[in-house]
Every structure is written in structure tokens, then in C-alpha cells.
């Protein structure tokens, strides 16, 4: 079967471009190398973290599907590329945490590593301009940027997934720390879009601590590579 042709590019983001198809329900999603941090301030190259992200996120995404979760993925394509539904994207980031660490270590004054007594949820705006502030479901509905059915939708898919993800990487030998999440509006239902990777999780070796995620380019801590490469090659274990 011929697969879809791709068209133009409707969309550049930091780490992903999207195209539109001859299908006009389906987008391609392709991943790149070019990994940002603080807002863009910091810039490099991730070698190969497109290709492993791309692969990471098809594994994640069928999971989450296998479990009742609606998400934006229909298949992989190629190295660097998946087709994924349209959506209208919520300008909302979600974030799951499990264990204290970045954001909220800064925010509270919290040591990294303080595993949590219930997981947190967090919205944050998706303004890179106002750098992506913390806000709460009474800014999110006050502001009409989404309805209160659809947040709750959001709520409760984000910590369904954090179930399901916090199982699936523990048998990797791998905790969850925390993640960020986007959600879409796609034929009147809220779905999951975006990706799940290294880029977007923090996760930590379970016997040694060692951070195997983006954390390794923000903080300059090296073998950023050899990360990638390990989680694609637990999570496809
Ligand atoms: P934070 O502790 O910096 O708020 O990050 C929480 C999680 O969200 C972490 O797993 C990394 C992810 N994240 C993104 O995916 N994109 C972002 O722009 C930021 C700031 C964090
Ligand atoms: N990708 C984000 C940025 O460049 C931040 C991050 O992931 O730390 O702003």
C-alpha cells in the first residue's frame, strides 16, 4: 500500500515539524535533532534524538491506545516521521509530576528527589513569550481556553496515563519523575497529542539515580546521546 504524500509544512516547532497530507484529517510529525532549553535561550543538537523520539513516542502512544487512551497517533512512517490526526491543540501544558524535581524544586524550594505522596498536576500556558506560566482551572475557564468538560477530560486522561506509564517504565527499570502532556481537539473529542520522550519526561534509573532524559543537554551534564539510545532501547525491550 502507498503510504501518504506529504505536502507542506504548515507548522515548525522547536524539536518538531508538521506537514499536511493528501489526507486532510492526517498531518505528518517529524522529529528533529535540534533540542532547545529555557525558552530557546539554549540551543544544540541532539544526534539521532529525532529517530529515537520518533520511536519512543510510537511505542508510548500504542500503549496508551491499547489501554482506552485516544491519541492523535496513526502509524509510524519512517525513521523521523509518524502520521498523526489533525487536532486543534489546547494551549495548555499538563504536567504529572511523581518526584520533586525542576519546576517545582525551584517553585517550593524543594530538594530534587523527594518522591511525592500523591502525584501533582500542573497547567502551565503554552506562551513562549510570558515563558509558559503556572496557572490553574480558574484561569483555564475564566479565560474560555478550555470548557470545564474538557479539562475534566484532561485531568482525568493525564493521570490515567501517569498509571499506565508509571508501570510501564518501572518494569524498565525506570522512574517516572515527571512529564508534560498536550491535548487536542479532534472531531468534537479532547485526544492526546503531541509526543512522549526524553525530551518531554524526566526519568531516572531506578538502582542509580542517573538521569536519562533531556536534563542532560539543559544541565550540560554530557552522554545526552547515550541516553536517548538507552531509553529507546528499554522501552523497546
Ligand atoms: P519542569 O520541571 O521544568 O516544569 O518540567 C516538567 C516536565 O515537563 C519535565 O519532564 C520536562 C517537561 N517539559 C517539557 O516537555 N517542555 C518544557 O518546555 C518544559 C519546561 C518542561
Ligand atoms: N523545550 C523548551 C524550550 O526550549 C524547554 C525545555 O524543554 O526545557 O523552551
Given amino acids: 500500500m502507498q503510504g501518504p504524500t506529504k505536502k507542506e509544512k504548515i507548522y515548525e516547532g522547536k524539536a518538531k515539524i508538521l506537514y499536511t497530507t493528501d489526507n486532510p484529517d492526517y498531518l505528518i510529525q517529524y522529529f528533529k535533532d535540534d533540542a532547545t532549553a529555557f525558552d530557546a535561550t539554549k540551543r544544540g543538537t541532539i544526534l539521532q534524538k529525532g529517530v529515537c523520539n520518533n520511536r519512543i513516542s510510537t511505542k508510548i502512544f500504542g500503549l496508551l491506545e491499547s489501554k482506552g487512551v485516544p491519541t492523535h497517533f496513526v502509524e509510524l512512517l519512517n525513521d523521523r516521521e509518524m502520521l498523526v490526526k489533525k487536532v486543534q491543540i489546547v494551549p495548555v501544558e499538563v504536567t504529572i509530576r511523581n518526584i520533586v524535581a525542576g519546576g517545582m ?17 500542573e497547567y502551565h500556558y503554552k506562551e513562549d513569550k510570558l515563558h509558559d506560566p503556572l496557572i490553574n482551572d480558574y484561569h483555564i475557564l475564566a479565560l474560555k481556553i478550555a470548557s470545564k468538560e474538557e479539562l475534566d477530560v484532561i485531568s482525568k486522561t493525564s493521570f490515567m496515563i501517569n498509571e499506565i506509564l508509571k508501570d510501564f517504565f518501572t518494569q ?8 508534560k502532556l498536550e491535548f487536542g481537539r479532534c472531531k468534537g473529542k479532547i485526544i492526546l497529542a503531541d509526543e512522549i520522550s526524553p525530551d518531554t519526561c524526566r526519568l531516572w534509573d531506578k538502582d542509580t539515580r542517573q538521569k536519562l532524559d533531556k536534563d542532560r543537554f539543559r544541565r550540560d551534564l554530557g552522554g545526552v546521546e547515550d541516553a536517548y539510545q538507552e531509553v529507546l532501547k528499554r522501552v523497546l525491550s
Fill in 105 to 121: 524544586s525551584k517553585l517550593l524550594g524543594l530538594e530534587e528527589g523527594i518522591a511525592l505522596e500523591s502525584p501533582v498536576l
Fill in 172 to 179: 524498565k527499570n525506570l522512574d517516572l519523575v515527571d512529564f
